[in-house]
């Protein structure tokens, strides 16, 4: 009786098994011509752009920063290391897609996307100004999300390098030291590339919220510090636009992002702070020797 019934189940968890395979196979093979369809030609050089009533509008590129972590702090370098997700989104008229084209790409997925690399595409110029080594160097080249419309996202996880002009220093051991972090384009003006703060988290996302009053954000279940010397106590960020000496005429968007950055002030209280005034005040006890004892 059960041999039969067995059997039954084995054929019917391989006859499963192979529509899977089957599905899985035809997506992969689906995204593979979508990709070919829209890079064959494309040139990832070219920026793009839009129209709006026949006028040329640049690409406007959402940037946002999830601050992962403080990896490290030198104050006689004065350079700051953090760990940090550049997320990056913008869109590419080229790249439009339709998914019901390429099934069963509109089948697997709610909003149909394919991932596409960053040497295929065209990709935001986007550099740290004031850095010890460019972010093109600490900063992952992750793979790039496309989605139907058009638009892609990127996510690069990695170290941020950043020269601060630390303010603060004055109140050791107490006070709140402050670093700017300036972010924005190398090659790319304002007039070809715009760049603003990412709208979902209006510009980062830390452990201890994000840009959006009211809005928790996401940032990874092991971000923040915990048993460090310095801890980040505020993030703000500030959109400007800088015209250089070169080009009068030509705005260059820039975020400005300031941390402030609070010292483990019980640290220096029992490491530093005590131990002085307790040396202070038995540096005294001398003077109330009798100077008889010779040991003065």
Same mark, same amino acid.
């Given at each position: 009786?059960?041999?039969?019934?067995?059997?039954?189940?084995?054929?019917?968890?391989?006859?499963?098994?192979?529509?899977?395979?089957?599905?899985?196979?035809?997506?992969?093979?689906?995204?593979?011509?979508?990709?070919?369809?829209?890079?064959?030609?494309?040139?990832?050089?070219?920026?793009?752009?839009?129209?709006?009533?026949?006028?040329?509008?640049? &690409?406007? &590129?959402?940037?946002?920063?999830?601050?992962?972590?403080?990896?490290?702090?030198?104050?006689?370098?004065?350079?700051?290391?953090?760990?940090?997700?550049?997320?990056?989104?913008?869109?590419?008229?080229?790249?439009?897609?339709?998914?019901?084209?390429?099934?069963?790409?509109?089948?697997?997925?709610?909003?149909?996307?394919?991932?596409?690399?960053?040497?295929?595409?065209? &990709?935001?110029?986007?550099?740290?100004?004031?850095?010890?080594?460019?972010?093109?160097?600490?900063?992952?080249?992750?793979?790039?999300?496309?989605?139907?419309?058009?638009?892609?996202?990127?996510?690069?996880?990695?170290?941020?390098?950043?020269?601060?002009? #630390?303010?603060?220093?004055?109140? #050791?051991?107490?006070?709140?030291?402050?670093?700017?972090?300036?972010?924005?384009?190398?090659?790319?003006?304002?007039?070809?590339?715009?760049?603003?703060?990412?709208?979902?988290?209006?510009?980062?996302?830390?452990?201890?919220?994000?840009?959006?009053?009211?809005?928790?954000?996401?940032?990874?279940?092991?971000?923040?510090?915990?048993?460090?010397?310095?801890?980040?106590?505020?993030?703000?960020?500030?959109?400007?636009?800088?015209? #250089?000496?070169?080009?009068?005429?030509?705005?260059?968007?820039?975020?400005?992002?300031?941390?402030?950055?609070?010292?483990?002030?019980?640290?220096?209280?029992?490491?530093?702070?005590?131990?002085?005034?307790?040396?202070?005040?038995?540096?005294?006890?001398?003077?109330?020797?009798?100077?008889?004892?010779?040991?003065?």
């Amino acid at each position: 009786y059960f041999l039969p019934l067995l059997e039954e189940l084995v054929a019917g968890s391989q006859a499963a098994a192979a529509r899977n395979a089957s599905t899985h196979g035809r997506l992969a093979a689906a995204e593979t011509n979508l990709r070919s369809a829209l890079l064959t030609n494309y040139d990832r050089l070219s920026t793009p752009s839009g129209e709006i009533d026949g006028q040329f509008t640049p &690409v406007d &590129v959402e940037l946002g920063l999830n601050i992962y972590k403080i990896h490290s702090l030198d104050l006689p370098s004065s350079m700051l290391t953090l760990l940090v997700w550049m997320r990056e989104s913008w869109k590419d008229d080229r790249l439009v897609f339709n998914a019901s084209e390429y099934p069963p790409l509109a089948d697997a997925m709610e909003h149909p996307w394919i991932r596409v690399s960053s040497g295929d595409v065209w &990709v935001p110029d986007i550099e740290l100004y004031n850095h010890e080594e460019s972010v093109h160097e600490t900063l992952s080249e992750e793979g790039i999300i496309l989605y139907e419309n058009g638009y892609l996202f990127r996510s690069r996880p990695g170290l941020m390098k950043v020269l601060c002009k #630390f303010r603060g220093l004055r109140s #050791f051991p107490y006070g709140t030291l402050k670093c700017v972090l300036e972010l924005g384009a190398w090659v790319n003006p304002g007039t070809v590339q715009n760049i603003s703060l990412r709208r979902t988290d209006c510009g980062f996302t830390w452990p201890g919220g994000t840009g959006c009053e009211g809005y928790a954000g996401t940032s990874g279940t092991e971000s923040g510090m915990a048993f460090q010397e310095y801890v980040i106590d505020s993030v703000s960020v500030e959109r400007k636009v800088i015209y #250089f000496d070169c080009c009068l005429n030509t705005p260059w968007p820039t975020l400005l992002y300031t941390l402030e950055l609070g010292r483990a002030e019980s640290y220096y209280l029992a490491k530093l702070v005590l131990p002085v005034i307790i040396l202070t005040y038995a540096s005294f006890t001398p003077l109330f020797m009798s100077p008889e004892t010779g040991e003065r």
